[in-house]
């Protein structure tokens, strides 16, 4: 079991103490970044984790979700056993305090990560975070537009749908108000061909003014399915360019996260790695046709 006190600033090390407030200051996906590039060598192989932790403190952080930086006790509670732990509440609260590195009775995500390894805040705050910054800030800024454009996708697409659900309906009320036209027609033909003199000849006359126009709930049918088709191509049209703007830019960003991991060294492959899961996780919204692949 690992001791807290391997977690305490020595009195000369407040200045590493401020680093890393700085640190557990920042969202859970910077936190992630952070981490990862910090020890990059020696835990790559569990960014995963790293990466899937960051969006889970950010589920349980009910008041500042993704742009929260640390969680109270009882959801970091949640969230070691959501980790499927097998330990009492009272060894949680133990293994708690000692990841609370900063000791304000909540937990960031750097300081779990910093617990769960086994590292220290001193040697932390050494490690490099830089390096590439020139590519990861022109990949970074790429991957606010892809995230921008998906979104956008993403509404075009509901938005789409939206107008394809309302086409169907007015379709399907054309549909039904064409139906009781032509059953009418075929009502007033026979009584036209039946019965008496009278009848015959009054069947006739509302056969006449049934065919010379349709009648209201017919043309308000079919003016609307007229709208309803408008608005569907246009909704269509819109989503398509939308897809096509997002996979531009995301094939873009793929192309400079390639280079920018090409340049080698372990200082940022944190923040290429992250950016590149982002990348994934986008594609999962997209059509497999334009590049996306399923979840």
Known sequence: HISSKAFRFPNNAMSAASLFKEFTAKTY????????????????????????????????????????????????????????????????????????????????????????????????VKRPQGGNAEEINRCTKMMEEVQSLLASAIEKRDSAAKAEAELKAALAELKAQEDAYHQKTETLKAKSEQGGVVSRNRAKAELAQHLAEDPMPLRRAKITQEAATKKAEKARKLADDAVDAAQAKMAEAEEALQRAKLQGGDAGQGNLWWMERDLTEAKKYMPTKKGGIRK
């Open 29 to 124: 996906k910077e936190q992630g970044k952070a981490f990862l590039n910090a020890y990059w060598g020696e835990h790559q192989g569990e960014a995963e984790n790293v990466w899937t932790w960051a969006a889970k403190f950010a589920e349980l952080d009910l008041d500042k979700a993704e742009q929260g930086s640390d969680l109270d006790e009882f959801n970091a509670h949640r969230f070691l056993e959501s980790l499927k732990e097998t330990k009492t509440v009272k060894e949680m609260r133990v293994e708690l305090s000692e990841a609370d590195l900063d000791f304000n009775k909540r937990v960031a995500l750097i300081e779990y990560c910093i617990w769960r390894f086994g590292h220290t805040v001193s040697d932390f």
